[in-house]
Nanobody
Framework: QVHLVESGGGLVQAGGSLRLSCAFSGRTFSAYTMGWFRQAPGKEREFVAASSSRGGSTTYADSVKGRFTISRDNAKSTVNLHMNSVKPEDTAVYYC????????????????WGQGTQVTVSS
């Protein structure tokens, strides 16, 4: 059973930076595509970024492209989300997720989820 624990959320001013981390345990980390999703109040959970199990290729939502960077460390079984130039509309609960597919960007492609970490961007 895969276990995911997010950390690093908090309050940040618009234009600032924040780094989220996700610790993975229970299975072989390198075999999983890792993703970040977010859910704002009253909205659907949406895809943010993913790092493929095959070579770590990355995919981003258009809304964060050029501002956010996903990175994974297979030796430490962690995946990070580096958030730069944050905007108030980035405010949400951010979830780390793991998928058994070699590429995944939809919620239904992910098999395991963390509990989430709150990110609040003040204007």
């Amino acid at each position: 059973q895969v276990h995911l624990v997010e950390s690093g959320g908090g309050l940040v001013q618009a234009g600032g930076s924040l780094r989220l981390s996700c610790a993975f345990s229970g299975r072989t980390f390198s075999a999983y595509t890792m993703g970040w999703f977010r859910q704002a109040p009253g909205k659907e959970r949406e895809f943010v970024a993913a790092s493929s199990s095959r070579g770590g290729s990355t995919t981003y939502a258009d809304s964060v492209k050029g501002r956010f960077t996903i990175s994974r460390d297979n030796a430490k079984s962690t995946v990070n989300l580096h958030m730069n130039s944050v905007k108030p509309e980035d405010t949400a609960v951010y979830y780390c997720a793991a998928s058994g597919f070699s590429a995944a960007w939809r919620k239904d492609q992910y098999h395991y989820w963390g509990q989430g970490t709150q990110v609040t961007v003040s204007s």
